[in-house]
T-cell receptor, first 111, second 116 residues
Framework: DQQVKQNSPSLSVQEGRISILNCDYT??????FLWYKKYPAEGPTFLIS?????DKNEDGRFTVFLNKSAKHLSLHIVPSQPGDSAVYFC??????????FGKGTRLSVIA | KAGVTQTPRYLIKTRGQQVTLSCSPI?????VSWYQQTPGQGLQFLFE???????NKGNFPGRFSGRQFSNSRSEMNVSTLELGDSALYLC???????????????FGPGTRLTVL
């Protein structure tokens, strides 16, 4: 039973355009959501997070949107840069439980 | 502040052998989690330790085990290795798992295990 789903295994975007990565979850107990970025041969690095009491969080070029009624969140990257090419993991957490990760979306930003 | 460290970074073993991987969390972090990453499978949760106690366990066979020491350092052991155990094993530490930002996990670079 996959509680966190990233239905797009890959995404290609032109440099300078917007990248939108999507994530759906099923467990209504999740109250904190995170995005991680992973380069090959490295561990994932934390990118941005959002609490369930908010619907938007922005950090520079990265914005995460949360739609609790739809159990859906998305990560927007504007403008996309070649260095953003990586695998992006969505993760969700509830109190006293480990993070649950999606399978990731590979983003390729084409110059 | 030093990040999460994992040793060794690369390991080659043969079927039937056992292996021990080590993880040192960020200073002050008491929770250590282990994940297995294989192509197309994302991060699959193995187990989590907090204050030397296993708090959560994923859906892996008993060949996979772990422990945590009083200094929060953790080890993971895989016995009777199989070809399918070839993967990147990631360790992550967090302050606690009591919710919100305390659940943010910081990952080490991983140990790449190859089973021949």
């Amino acid at each position: 039973d996959q509680q966190v789903k990233q239905n797009s295994p890959s995404l290609s975007v032109q440099e300078g355009r917007i990248s939108i990565l999507n994530c759906d979850y099923t467990n209504s107990m999740f109250d904190y959501f995170l995005w991680y970025k992973k380069y090959p041969a490295e561990g994932p690095t934390f990118l941005i997070s959002i609490s369930s009491i908010k619907d938007k969080n922005e950090d520079g070029r990265f914005t995460v949107f949360l739609n609790k009624s739809a159990k859906h969140l998305s990560l927007h990257i504007v403008p996309s840069q070649p260095g953003d090419s990586a695998v992006y993991f969505c993760a969700a957490s509830a109190i006293n439980t480990p993070l649950v990760f999606g399978k990731g979306t590979r983003l390729s930003v084409i110059a | 502040k030093a990040g999460v460290t994992q040793t060794p970074r690369y390991l080659i073993k043969t079927r039937g052998q056992q292996v021990t991987l080590s993880c040192s969390p960020i200073s002050g972090h008491r929770s250590v989690s282990w994940y297995q990453q294989t192509p197309g499978q994302g991060l699959q949760f193995l187990f989590e330790y907090f204050s030397e106690t296993q708090r959560n366990k994923g859906n892996f066979p008993g060949r996979f085990s772990g422990r945590q020491f009083s200094n929060s350092r953790s080890e993971m052991n895989v016995s009777t290795l199989e070809l399918g155990d070839s993967a990147l094993y990631l360790c992550a530490s967090s302050l606690t798992t009591s919710g919100g930002a305390s659940n943010e996990q910081f990952f080490g670079p991983g140990t790449r295990l190859t089973v021949l």
